[in-house]
């Protein structure tokens, strides 16, 4: 197990991974064009392929604060948009593709090929779009105990980032239904607890014998410690329409593991949600994915339950010091006025119900990335310093 020694990185630095989907501009079906897109561009690591051929991923670099990360993905985006443009696709993204109508094309991959053999039919589904953040972190025994402490955050998260209200072209009456597809395929879903790195790893070697992983990627779990590269993994949430949102959601993790980190070094106090028996755990799973914003969130083991807005609330106060400290006070802000300006699957919804067309809720969400990539470009022309 001498390739599963964890490889501590900056200590809370940051890494984002967005999956979006590739268009025709004119009909705003979904194009199978991640192979020409990577023969464009064959040695550019931040353009990466996925499991779909009509999805892409980017990658950041390695970065120390927010801004930074904003400032790197925006670049990288600006690019793929380019690269997209001269094949003849646009780029959006969300938790789902609002109105597919036909299986997926499976990446030609090894490693996605197995995926389809294993995952059967399901694979042809997989219609999917993430959010991923990465927190840099000293040790194993670090990225685990704050892995399980960040545990009953996840169904928050999932709640403010749910942004797939629709599957082939239905209502599905859910926030997130992303997280429901997703909890019906091996590997995803919830996180199993362990007491610390050597634990995990003796795990990971029992799974390996029993033919269940062969690579740390090969965890598709909500939450997973990424040993190559030192880092806890973020994985729960829906991809967001707009870099601006993806960035809200960076900061408000960012600092909850900050925060986190100095409770387990007894240098914070404060509100903190605490782990919950498994079937509470994945109850409250379900209660972000169908009612989002509106779900009411179980507290602790007897049930008592209180409005995720308001345990959202709750957390933001707590960690308002902690956010000032790293510089990303402002992304918190916006995040808490977001609460009730509405989440991507309200917007969507809006769009569904004044339209009746499910590519006016596409148009939509072309249009927001579009119009922030564009007005971010101006302002960043308009920062430069004349000579």
Known sequence: MADLAFQSSPEFSLGMEIELQLLNPDTLKLVDGILPLLAQAPENPRIQPEFNQAMVEIASQVCSNIPELEANILAILRDLKARCQELGMTICTAGTYPCCDRFASITPIPRYLNQQRISGYLANLMMTCALQIHVGMPSGDAAIEIMGRLKPYLPILLALSASSPFWWGEDTSFASYRQRFLSSLRNYGIVPSFQNWQDFRNFFANAQSAGMFEIIRDIHWDLRPQPELG??????????PTIKESMMLAAFIHSLIVDLHD??????????????????????????????LDANYIEDERGNSRPIKHIVKDILNSLAETADTLGNSSYLHQLETRLDQGASYIRQRRVWESTGSMKAVVTSLVNELADELATTRRQATVSIPQI
Do not use: I
């Open 231 to 240: 880092t806890l993994e973020v994985r729960v949430m829906d991809a967001q």
């Open 263 to 292: 409770h387990c070094q007894g240098k914070q106090t404060g509100f903190l949600l605490t782990p919950l028996p498994w079937l509470l755990e994945k109850e409250n799973y379900f209660r972000a994915s169908r009612w989002g």
